[in-house]
């Protein structure tokens, strides 16, 4: 069968329709912008205009593809100037985005056989439905664990009132779409046990949800030669990497409260990414530094840095900079609630608990034990179930799937 692709943004790296494409299964790739018809955005003074000059990727410049083009900044220019509400924001974008394509590609699925037809969730429903109507298949990317994670933050962020969030709660339409989505996908792809066992206990059929690891290749081919202290001290402490979202889901409050209770520990960590949490003013004099969001390349410099990478996180689908830092050969520190890519003291160390207590045994075990660390990053790569010829497998097992369903 033959597959049409819709992707807004460039989440994963462009994986799914990079597969598809190598494989010859995608007739058509849906997107918001591809910056390879416009080069010269790679070189615009705002940045903006740059991160969209750089939506593209080189396997797919042979592929078929629909975009919105110029339209779509634009809307995002307009958009701006709405001042609207973060998800007021992303509802009327989402929206927009699948009526432009639906206006984009009507006339040419009309021309085509019934196919397989995937969307990452929150962007798919009117596109799926259009298609579902018309003989087509419909796989569903969940990129999180959905509605249940949500409630597991906001118990968390009731339980510590002194981290003030900048983040605010999906509105009922997001939810509602989100389930009108599981119900019109013939088959949902997840990341990770973690989010499957979150699906089922929403409600979802268990036989719609297939499990498929990220998939990840390291663009830059540096090969990263860690070189580790005999012992950690006050000139050459412990670097510690965060890379994400600062806020609760991530437990970057727990790990605040971890590094407080090791003061005088030789340890920095370094806080790479957006900031939507307000530090109260006692965790200011910790040795952390927080850098916001920042481009690939200095990203890169950060992973090269590091020591070990940490993410105490309550609950995520994947989390992929895990495999950005294993490709790097660093090792991980992760809580069990994501992907399961840590082997216990083999190639990092595994969280049992998310709390301050457990991650701060965890980081003393490592300033104690340089060698530990040492041995860990050798063991560090990218595991073979998350390359991108698994995924194609995966993706061939879940098209043989929805075939046979059919037949049946």
Not at 54 to 59: D, F, L, M, N
Not at 146 to 170: H, I, N, W, Y
Not at 323 to 348: R, T
Request: hydrophobic fraction near 40%; proline fraction near 5%; charge should be neutral.
């Amino acid at each position: 069968m033959h597959w049409i692709c819709s992707q807004l943004g460039s989440r994963e790296h462009y994986t799914i329709p990079r597969v598809l494409h190598k494989n010859g299964k995608l007739t058509y790739f849906l997107t918001d912008f591809w910056g390879q018809k416009y080069p010269y955005l790679k070189k615009a003074p705002i940045g903006s205009l740059k991160k969209m000059g750089e939506r593209e990727h080189p396997e797919l410049a042979s592929a078929s593809i629909i975009q919105l083009g110029t339209s779509r900044i634009i809307y995002q220019m307009m958009d701006r100037l709405t001042k609207s509400t973060e998800w007021e924001a992303i509802l009327k974008r989402n929206q927009w985005y699948q009526n432009q394509m639906l206006k984009k590609v009507t006339s040419v699925i009309n021309d085509l056989e019934p196919g397989i037809f995937f969307s990452y969730s929150y962007t798919a429903l009117e596109l799926a439905q259009f298609l579902k109507n018309r003989g087509w298949k419909i796989v569903i990317g969940q990129i999180d664990p959905g509605k249940l994670e949500e409630d597991l933050v906001a118990d968390e962020e009731a339980s510590c009132p002194e981290f003030e969030s900048f983040q605010k709660r999906a509105p009922s339409e997001y939810w509602n779409t989100w389930k009108s989505e599981m119900v019109v996908a013939d088959a949902i792809m997840v990341n990770s046990q973690w989010s499957k066992d979150a699906l089922l206990k929403q409600g979802i059929s268990e036989h719609k949800i297939k499990v498929v690891p990220l998939a990840y290749t390291d663009q830059t081919n540096i090969k990263t030669n860690r070189n580790y202290p005999k012992a950690f001290d006050k000139q050459r402490p412990l670097r510690v990497l965060f890379l994400g979202q600062i806020n609760i889901r991530k437990g970057v409050h727990i790990l605040l409260d971890a590094l407080e209770s090791l003061k005088g520990f030789p340890i920095e960590v370094d806080f790479v990414g957006p900031n939507y949490l307000s530090i109260p003013e006692k965790y200011k004099h910790l040795p952390v530094s927080f850098h916001g969001a920042v481009p690939r390349s200095v990203a890169e410099q950060f992973y090269a840095d590091a020591d070990i990478f940490i993410l105490p996180t309550l609950s995520d689908g994947f989390a992929i900079t895990q495999l950005e830092a294993l490709s790097k050969a660093l090792p991980l520190m992760i809580s069990k609630n994501c992907a399961e890519l840590v082997k216990h003291k083999e190639n990092g160390y595994q969280l049992e608990h998310v709390n301050a207590l457990e991650i701060k045994k965890a980081l003393e075990f490592c300033v104690n034990n340089p060698g530990a660390i040492s041995q860990w990053s050798k063991n560090s790569q990218v595991p073979s179930n998350c390359s991108l010829d698994h995924l194609g497998e995966r993706l061939q097992e879940i098209e043989f799937s929805l075939i046979e369903k059919g037949a049946s």
